[in-house]
């Protein structure tokens, strides 16, 4: 039984829990930027298109609704349902201040704000998008129903996503609290869940590859959202699949947060189980605390071993690294953004090229490289939280950035040059440039393991962002990861590009560094004669010199100080690490 | 009618037994200081007298309620755990609003009575204004005790509530649990600061690896029963929870 004015309690909670959000992405300026960019961009881009094709959309009168508009549809609310179960399951099992909301109000009232705040967060995201196209829609069909049935349809869809969604994730949640199989293997289990997650998005829209193609989701009734949406506008859509969305979201909702509140409150009142409960009843009691008292992180790493000749300090933190990381994986979290941004445009060029290898193993030549860097010690001062200042008195920088390092170099390193040298060899590349490659990864880890405490130890970050209830997890900060991807991603491209297709390499770095900042200082300067256009004749001149130089001796002297540079970008990287780290000083 | 009563209230969690077999009851309108050493089960008790967790066996009325009718509970009760439950992003006066909102508090009488509790503990409105991440611990523990009791409940569960204080501040909490118990709230106190306990607590449980291993006043308690003579109630804490097994006598003596 919940409280008799719930409804309004959850509605109060919802927008306290939006409000809380709006807050902690504001105070990540760059976070914020980033995601309003993300917003404004593709509206302006459908503000600019609404406006020069309104001839044209006119013109064309009355159209039925296409199959692929509703596939279309069901795809993304599809998605939305994919990232809802991911938000439940990963940052949002349990809720904040738990001891407080739970003796406050009922189950059903937290529910009910969970569910308000998430659809808020969701329509804040397609609030601007959904608005230009409302406008356009009413601008272009004098359509006045559409001014209501767009945004209708777009919080049905929203709603709905998130609801299903969250009946999802919380039944993850409830396994993972409850069995003990469950909550030892998640992290295989949900990586294999998003595996199948992105391969099931795959199939359905690359028909060219076996694929069915997104219209063959229109039968889903998900899609139909889109024939709400269109009612009064020329496009002609389905009123009974319209009508079907309307009553079916509002059974939805009844049913949803029904389910929901029977899986959260069994969820937040179950005493969860332990991953590592069957694995100790299964060892040897006597043995493991004889052992345990002597060599408990080494035994806790296993099988990863750090060698007994690297210092007992150096190790300890090595160690330590790689036990945050293991126990706590939600913590890479940060390192999915690039690698889905430039992992999904690979393997779009992969499926295209005549050989996929032709792309994938230069790509992990200069990804797997940053992985090895970014995953251990982007963010190790964050990492320490509020054991930092015990670290910084227990241990000289010189140690304590080694060991940081250390995991990247052992772990990271073989993948990386193992990975990249098979499959070099597997694919169409010649012996010398197979190994040129497998020097581009080695080199290049070598530089992202380096540079990765570097960046960390001089911008880190402290506050933790709601990742489940661990305030442990910190990540780096966005700026930082962005700057190291880019960083290391950059200039080992370069060096890949070099060693394989010098002249293209060649022509990259002549429009980099003169044909593109003389063509802006021209179009700057315009006709005018003076400082501007001077600048735009000497960058030009620098693109010609640039281009004038051989392929083959570009390849000898290009890679060649990239490499040096590599080497110097290294050391130096090191001894900024361990010269902060000796020298700093905590905030209360 | 006491205010809380359990009998044979038991949680075990897999093989582990961490309250066992527990028998107590609080009068209304009393403080009840329990203690304990580190994982006696002082938490798990709180949790399950606030509904938070279910007991495996046993059972537990809190105001007349059992504890596992959480929907009938919460209003009657207020809790103040040891780690304050309080939002980063939001300020004193942002989050006690919520809270009193939650409960449906009149508007203007809580406006007064957060004034004045934040008053009596001297947090200035400049600092009620401030977002709680700015905080030091001392002055989440104020805003969360205030949150607490804000609602005047029938019960509150109060765990560590002087910690992080500074003496000023401790002793105006102090007063406010008298205060609160002579208003007709009973009050469960659970504090590793045993002359709070000696202050304020009208009877005091000890908690011994879940099983309570004593009850009385403290005065009572700091009397030693064979030879009259008076100890300080932190030696009787440590004789009834040393893991000697003289402990075995003092258990019956006080038990």
Known sequence: MAEPNWLQHALGVGVFEFRRSVRAIWQDKARAFLMAAGLVFPSLMLVGFIYLFSGVIRDIGTVSLPPVARGTVALLWLFGVFIATQRVVSARPRIDAESLILTTVSARTVVGGLLVAETLRVLAYLCLPVSVLTGGMVYLFSSPASALLIPLAAVLLGLTAVLVGMVLGYAVALLIATSPFVARHKTVLGGVAVLAAMGGYLFVTLPQFGGVGQEALAVLPVGWFVDLAVIGSPIQGSMTRAAV?????????????????REATRL????????????KEESDPA??????????????????????????????VAQWSILRTRRDPRRLN?????????????????????????????????????????????????????????TLISISGLAYVRGVMLPGLLLGLPIAVLVTGGAALVGPFELPAAVGLVGVALLATVVAVSTAPAVGIWFPRFSAISIGQSREVVPPRLVTTAFHFLGVTGPATLLTLCLLNPRFARTLVAGIVGFLPAALLQLVAGEDVGVLSDASTWFYGIGTAVQSVSGESFQLVGGGLLVVGAVVITVLSYRLAVRRFDRYSPSL | MPSIETTALTKRYGSTTAVDQLDFSVPDGTVYGFLGPNGAGKTTTMRILTGLTTPTSGSATVAGVPVTNRDSLRPHIGYLPEEPPLYEQATAYEQLEYVAGLRDLPSRETQNRIDELLDRLDLSPDDAATRIAEYSKGMRQKVAYVQAVLHDPDVAFLDEPTSGLDPRAARTIRELIGELSDEGTTVFLSTHILPVVEEVADTVGILYDGKLVAEDTPDQLTQRAETGETRTLEDAFLEL????????DTEETYG
């Not at chain 1, 493991?288 to 150096?314: H, N």
């Not at chain 1, 953004?337 to 393997?347: N, T, Y």
């Open chain 1, 287 to 316: 043995a493991t605390t004889s052992k345990e008292t002597r060599t408990a992180l080494a035994d806790a790493t296993a099988p990863v071993r750090i060698p007994r000749g690297i210092s007992q300090p150096t190790r300890r």
């Open chain 1, 268 to 279: 937040w009142f179950t005493d969860p189980v332990s991953g590592e409960e069957g694995q």
């Open chain 2, 241 to 248: 929870t040393s893991t000697d097994p003289a402990q075995d």
């Open chain 1, 245 to 261: 969305v309307g009553v079916g979201s509002l059974l939805v909702v009844v049913g949803g947060i029904a389910l929901i509140e």
């Open chain 1, 334 to 390: 940060f390192l999915l953004l690039p690698v889905v941004i430039v992992g999904s445009a690979l393997f779009s060029s992969g499926m295209q090229a005549e050989s996929p290898l032709a792309v994938f193993v230069p790509a992990a030549a200069v990804l797997l490289p940053w992985m090895a860097g970014a995953t251990f010690a982007m963010n190790p001062f964050g990492d320490e939280g509020s054991v930092l200042p015990i």
